[in-house]
């Protein structure tokens, strides 16, 4: 059984009905909404079909353009004054059951006046409404859509543009999730090739001072640093050091003692 009926008035605003019908049903699927010339197969009977579907959907869209309430009958009066007038028909059982009826307010027209309208359809008047222009098609379509959305579970459940909506959101923060991924591992690999050459491993934080490819004397500990001296001339002894870089260096020479041929 269909979800939502699209009710409309020959003679006025039929395309705009059309528009309704057909972008409702690609979102929720055909079956689910109701339009007299889509929806009754052939041989069926008109005025069943048309009574049963309103008396099983959930929501009545009544589609309403400047010429609504002004479309002549055969008879010449006008067509809502009509008691067999179907537009006023469903309308009516939609009232009388409770169901949910939205007014779609095509281009124009303007708010319902209740005085203009039959008794019998007068709480129509306090129904709260929505706008369907051309030139904002798209998004009134939209917010039609997503009001019909919230309001019925059941077209929340098969939503095609949530559900689009969803993947297109899922696959952003896939592709997001790539991107950071990339970048992480961009810049390891550039520490990687900027830490080499260093003095010991690094581990954890590189909350000190790296040394990278040092060129001359490093000192890693904590005290004065000590070069040895540059020495000139005959050195030909043993060079001695003691000590470490947190205090003096202390240095010793020993000259080789030669062997004397005349024992002196």
Not at 47 to 58: D, F, K, S
Not at 171 to 200: H, L
Request: aromatic share 6%; with cysteine.
């Amino acid at each position: 059984m269909p979800n939502v009926f699209v009710n409309y008035r020959t003679g006025d605003e039929e395309s705009a009905a059309t528009m309704i019908a057909r972008e409702l049903a690609r979102r929720f699927g055909g079956e689910r909404i109701f339009f007299a010339s889509n929806s009754i197969e052939a041989g069926h009977r008109f005025p069943v079909e048309l009574i049963r579907a309103v008396e099983g959907c959930e929501a009545l869209l009544a589609v309403i353009g400047p010429r609504w309430a002004e479309v002549r009958g055969a008879d010449g009066r006008p067509a809502l004054e009509a008691e067999q007038d179907w537009t006023r028909r469903e309308i009516q059982i939609a009232l009388e059951r409770g169901i949910l009826v939205i007014p779609v307010l095509v281009g124009k027209a303007t708010r319902i006046d209740r005085a203009a309208l039959p008794e019998d359809l007068r709480e129509l008047a306090d129904c709260q409404y929505r706008r369907f222009d051309h030139r904002n098609a798209e998004s009134d379509m939209t917010a039609l859509g997503d009001a019909l959305a919230r309001l019925l579970p059941e077209l929340d459940k098969v939503d095609h543009d949530a559900r689009a909506a969803r993947e297109r959101a899922e696959k952003k923060s896939r592709k997001k999730s790539a991107q950071e991924a990339e970048r992480t591992r961009m810049r390891t690999r550039d520490v990687e090739q900027r830490v080499r050459g260093g003095i010991g491993n690094l581990n954890g934080d590189l909350s000190g001072t790296f040394v990278n490819e040092p060129q001359g004397p490093v000192n890693t500990g904590h005290g004065n640093q000590y070069n040895a001296p540059h020495f000139e001339g005959d050195n030909t002894g043993v060079q001695f050091t003691a000590g470490d870089n947190s205090g003096t260096v202390h240095q010793r020479f020993e000259r080789e003692r030669r062997n004397s041929d005349d024992g002196r």
